[in-house]
T-cell receptor, first 118, second 115 residues
Framework: AQTVTQSQPEMSVQEAETVTLSCTYD???????LFWYKQPPSRQMILVIRQEAYKQQNATENRFSVNFQKAAKSFSLKISDSQLGDAAMYFCAYRSDLTTSGTYKYIFGTGTRLKVLA | GAGVSQSPRYKVAKRGQDVALRCDPI?????LFWYQQALGQGPEFLTY????????KSGLPSDRFFAERPEGSVSTLKIQRTQQEDSAVYLC?????????????FGDGTRLSIL
């Protein structure tokens, strides 16, 4: 079974600085997707960035980028020029390949709480 | 509406009562997911619908949990004979499909507290 591990329960970053959130996963599949979601205190989860496993190029969305190391099964999120509004829980998520029931499995990590210091 | 809507936002029930949680997905979204999120944890998959068909219910913790989506739009998650361990935030998410890594759009969740 697939697993997703976020080993940093909490991280802090100074405003305007850069921070990296770690995520590792375990799978025997070769085709899958990886996501980072942000969950502010209001609780609505928002997609930050996604990565297709078969693409070697790291995904980038403005100040957010990933370091995807497929062989190492690592998928870290880098936030550049951190802003106060970046403060939230960040969840790493894995989407499996198609299952026998015709669906995909989504597995989330336990999250990293990011604090941004003014 | 513009996003996924869940109601009620908060629900308090006594142990043993039945509860029903509602999810209005984004219009036209085929896929609908329910998750359970315990305090300080990530969401855990409960069940998945493609239109009105419940394709995967492997995450439902017991037969007290039941979900339906009869017309392929609004979905209801029902919990019968609630127990304290059912206390959690229940999240609903929808997506336009499952291909090409379509992202899920989440609602605000329903915080369920069982006394």
């Amino acid at each position: 079974a697939q697993t997703v591990t976020q080993s940093q329960p909490e991280m802090s970053v100074q405003e305007a600085e850069t921070v990296t959130l770690s995520c590792t996963y375990d799978t025997s599949e070769s085709d899958y997707y990886l996501f980072w979601y942000k969950q502010p205190p209001s609780r609505q989860m928002i997609l930050v960035i996604r990565q297709e496993a078969y693409k070697q190029q790291n995904a980038t969305e403005n100040r957010f980028s990933v370091n995807f190391q497929k062989a190492a099964k690592s998928f870290s999120l880098k936030i550049s020029d951190s802003q106060l509004g970046d403060a939230a829980m960040y969840f790493c998520a894995y989407r499996s390949d198609l299952t026998t029931s015709g669906t995909y499995k989504y597995i989330f990590g336990t999250g990293t709480r990011l604090k941004v210091l003014a | 509406g513009a996003g996924v809507s869940q109601s009620p936002r908060y629900k308090v029930a006594k142990r043993g009562q039945d509860v029903a949680l509602r999810c209005d997905p984004i219009s036209g979204h085929v896929s609908l997911f329910w998750y359970q999120q315990a305090l300080g944890q990530g969401p855990e998959f409960l069940t998945y619908f493609q239109n009105e068909a419940q394709l995967d219910k492997s995450g439902l913790p017991s037969d007290r949990f039941f979900a339906e989506r009869p017309e392929g739009s609004v979905s209801t998650l029902k919990i019968q004979r609630t127990q304290q361990e059912d206390s959690a935030v229940y999240l609903c998410a929808s997506s336009s499909g499952q291909g090409a890594g379509q992202p899920q759009h989440f609602g605000d969740g329903t915080r369920l507290s069982i006394l």
